[in-house]
């Protein structure tokens, strides 16, 4: 399609024309006039109920993004999507996230190999691996038991993971724990190893490309530490360190035996990556049962996706909406807060699945796009925020939609604690939706005897858009569904508005220019800057202690 351009199509005109209509009017409003509301608008899927009432939409808002939908030939993106074609058009790759969670007998073939048969044969050799670890068949060099798996890896190969074993330690059964090292700031490294003995500490390096500095250094870092305290001893690091790369000799040089590095494959982006090998970390944690449940419940996602039509179809009706905000009401962010310590991790992931993937101002064709594209993703745990930003939300003067994700059972069944969490969390999207009117402020001042002389300042606008996805309880079944359903939620929007969702180029030019000025900081190399960047180089030279 070339020269695509979203806001030209006859159904971006129609959405204009109706946000006109509908600009001002108030969900409470909608609430009060239409008891079918919530019937028509929440989904129901596999112990998963999704809420879209409580959104500034309406049935023909719905219709209206649907047409949207077709004008940018969704149905024919995600079918090249899982058939494997090449849609990541500037690294020529196909986009097969999807592949990791098909059945084992699926084939889906690029450039003549079937890439299912491929991820299965990495993915056993992971699970096979991780299995030996939770068992104690793997001993570390001294022949002690592994207590602890170190994962170093930063972007996809760290979040991903970091968030899903932070999110299942109920699960974690094998009195293995697992921690994450990301940042090149060496309080990281240092901090998570301090309490650690390298006789019972298993090193994970995950990086896809194992070229990125960060990770490189944190791994080199870790061997000098484990080689300390095994008497020097170069033997000691082929127990201790396994690999997760497509790059088998950078690893090999690293000094990893090559038996124990599990394959990527660069049809798989790092941020969709936690389903590949980079999921060893959470496989360390859960054992082998419980991450296939977890691709399980991705596969439920995408069949879903696949399969409904888009007015029911849940990761479609997200990015819809969420199209609907961030291009015809202005809106530049959109917040998620899950309400379970648990996924505390989940705003961090999805800000790098999110932002990387559509931080993007230029087409599938080279051309600047002529709408806003992707939000800024934000949030954090519920009830905490509500203890910080939630101000914001309720009387702030910017409109920012956000999702409540919700299990409706905890894993630490504590007193009355969880029935309070969700309390907590439906009443925010009832208060954010309703909002609270003059009459109504001064009405409750007069009820308690108090001066309506506050009333202005407890007026409450309302009309504040939220979607709640209530769980059953987060295991490694839902958490699957839900990432996927974000993954796709996504795709979708990159689709609407023509850009490819599978690159990173603004990453990897700050990559390199952190490359050049690494040397100067030491005095040497003289690359041209701007007169701040010469003047922050050299008072670090000054001020640096070496
Ligand atoms: O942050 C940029 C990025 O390229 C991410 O896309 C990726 O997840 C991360 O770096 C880590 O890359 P690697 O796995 O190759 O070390």
Request: with cysteine.
């Amino acid at each position: 399609m070339p020269g695509f351009d979203i806001t030209q199509t006859p159904a971006w005109a129609h959405l204009l024309v109706h946000h006109e209509h509908i600009a001002d009017a108030h969900m409470r409003h909608w609430f009060e006039q239409d008891h079918g509301r919530f019937a028509r608008m929440h989904e129901r899927l596999d112990g998963m109920l999704v809420d879209f009432s409580k959104n500034r939409i309406t049935d023909e808002t719905l219709q209206l993004l649907t047409e949207l939908a077709d004008a940018a030939d969704l149905a024919q993106w995600r079918e090249r999507m899982f058939a494997g074609d090449k849609i990541n058009l500037s690294e020529h790759r196909a986009v097969l996230h999807t592949a990791l969670r098909q059945p084992r007998e699926a084939v889906i073939e690029v450039d003549g190999v079937n890439v299912v048969a491929q991820a299965y044969a990495a993915l056993d050799e992971a699970l096979a691996f991780a299995e030996r670890v939770r068992s104690g068949e793997h001993v570390g060099h001294s022949g002690e038991r592994i207590r602890h798996v170190v994962n170093i890896g930063i972007g996809g190969s760290d979040l991903g993971p970091k968030m899903v074993v932070e999110a299942l330690q109920s699960y974690a059964d094998a009195g293995v724990q697992v921690r994450f090292v990301s940042n090149v700031d060496g309080a990281h490294l240092a901090q998570t190893l301090q309490d650690l003995r390298a006789e019972t500490t298993l090193f994970i390096i995950a990086s896809k490309s194992f070229t990125t500095p960060e990770t490189l250094l944190n791994a080199e870092a870790a061997k000098q530490w484990l080689l300390a305290q095994t008497g020097w001893d170069l033997d000691a690091i082929a127990p201790h360190f396994v690999a997760i790369s497509t790059n088998l000799q950078a690893t090999s040089a690293f000094g990893i035996d090559n038996r124990h590095v599990f394959k990527m494959f660069d049809w798989v982006g790092g941020r969709y990556s936690v389903w590949s090998t980079i999921g060893l970390p959470v496989m360390c944690a859960i054992g082998r049962a419980g991450f296939m449940q977890f691709l399980a419940g991705a596969r439920a996602m995408d069949e879903h996706f696949l399969q409904q039509p888009w007015r029911h179809n849940v990761p479609v009706l997200l990015a819809l909406i969420g199209v609907w905000y961030n291009n015809f009401f202005d809106a530049h962010s959109h917040a998620v807060i899950p309400y379970d310590y648990g996924m505390r991790a989940l705003t961090e992931y999805l800000q790098q699945l999110d932002m990387e993937s559509n931080g993007k101002n230029v087409t599938q064709q080279d051309l600047p796009v002529e709408c806003a594209t992707g939000p800024i993703i934000w949030g954090s745990q519920g009830v905490n925020c509500q203890h910080a930003y939630f101000q914001m939300l309720h009387q702030g003067s910017r409109l920012i939609p956000s999702d409540f994700i919700v299990p409706m059972n905890s894993h630490y069944p504590l007193g009355k604690q969880h029935q309070v969490l969700v309390a907590n969390a439906f009443a925010q999207t009832e208060a954010l939706m309703r909002g609270k009117t003059l009459l109504e402020a001064e009405t409750e001042l007069l009820q308690a005897g108090k001066d309506t002389q506050l009333a202005a300042q407890k007026v409450f606008a309302g009309n504040q858009p939220t979607t709640s996805v209530l769980v059953d309880a987060i295991t490694p079944h839902s958490l699957g569904m839900l990432i996927a359903m974000y993954e796709h939620k996504v795709f979708v929007q990159g689709v609407i508005w023509d850009i490819n969702s599978f690159d990173q180029w603004g990453v990897e030019y700050g990559k390199v220019l952190a490359k050049t000025i690494e040397p100067e900081l030491a005095g040497q190399g003289d690359a041209q800057h701007d007169a701040s960047t010469l003047a922050l180089i050299s008072y670090f030279r000054e001020h640096h202690v070496s």
